[in-house]
């Protein structure tokens, strides 16, 4: 008798679950939303990653003192974002940053020396100054394109191609998401 009415009940869960295409409303999947990547000066550093968004709204994280890995969730910002890790190097307070959009979402985003010197070739100004610049009451940030970034990436790459081939990485990487 039990297991008739177990079986009976997975019957029901099942045609629960598949339900009519007319009425059923299919449950939200929940979907993350986290900018994420490391941040690194030849290796992990210590310190804090803080992410601005368009509007001047923040959110920190603490940097992995192992790895460099930070994870920081943007639910409820708006991009595009900005990227700051303030760290140690070498007993030094330095700023590094870099920038995200709405796709680099869950994707891998650094935040380095190199990437700090492709956001300020963007902004053509230094990066923590745009970065203090964006805030809650200002006026929105110069618009940025994806294509402004990938030109001063490449620009930057073709000044370190002949020290990238001797690391034997080549021209194949890419700065700002591997």
Known sequence: MIKNLCL??????G????????NSTTPAV???TVLKGSAASGAGILGEVTIKDSRGA?????????TGAYSVDVSGMNGPFVLRAKVTVGGRQVQYHSYATDADIDATINITPF???IFANVVQQLASSYFDSITVSGPPPASITTADIEIQEAALQAK????LNALGVGSAIDLLHT
């Open 115 to 117: 990437t700090d010197l």
């Open 15 to 22: 045609l629960i679950a598949c339900g009519s295409s007319e």
């Open 30 to 32: 929940a979907s993350t």
């Open 58 to 66: 923040t959110k920190s994280a603490p940097i992995n003192a192992v």
């Open 8 to 13: 009976g009940m997975l019957v029901v869960l």
């Open 160 to 163: 370190l191609q002949a020290v």
